[in-house]
Nanobody, 123 residues
Framework: QVQLVESGGGLVQAGGSLRLSCAAS????????MGWFRQAPGKEREFVAT????????DYANSVKRRFTISRDNAKNTVYLQMNSLKPEDTAVYFC????????????????WGQGTQVTVSS
């Protein structure tokens, strides 16, 4: 089993920045593609960003392109989401997820999920 624990969420003003972290258990972190998703109240969980095992390939939702950056440090078993120029519509619970098979935007393709961390962006 893989355990994922997100941290770094909080309350920020519009235009501000946050850096989310997701720490993974075990020694096989580098075997997984990693993704970030978010879910706002009353809405479906949506794709935010994903990163390949090596960190060389990334993909972003159009809504966060040029504002968010996903990265990983395999030596630390950690994936990050740097969020800049935050907007109120970014308010959501942010989840990290791990997928052993493919680099994907699809929630059901992911094998493991963290508990989520709340990000709130005020106007």
């Amino acid at each position: 089993q893989v355990q994922l624990v997100e941290s770094g969420g909080g309350l920020v003003q519009a235009g501000g920045s946050l850096r989310l972290s997701c720490a993974a258990s075990g020694r096989t972190f580098s075997n997984y593609n990693m993704g970030w998703f978010r879910q706002a109240p009353g809405k479906e969980r949506e794709f935010v960003a994903t990163i390949s095992r090596s960190g060389l390939v990334t993909d972003y939702a159009n809504s966060v392109k040029r504002r968010f950056t996903i990265s990983r440090d395999n030596a630390k078993n950690t994936v990050y989401l740097q969020m800049n120029s935050l907007k109120p519509e970014d308010t959501a619970v942010y989840f990290c997820a791990a997928d052993a098979r493919v680099l994907t935007r699809t929630t059901t393709d992911y094998d493991y999920w963290g508990q989520g961390t709340q990000v709130t962006v005020s106007s």
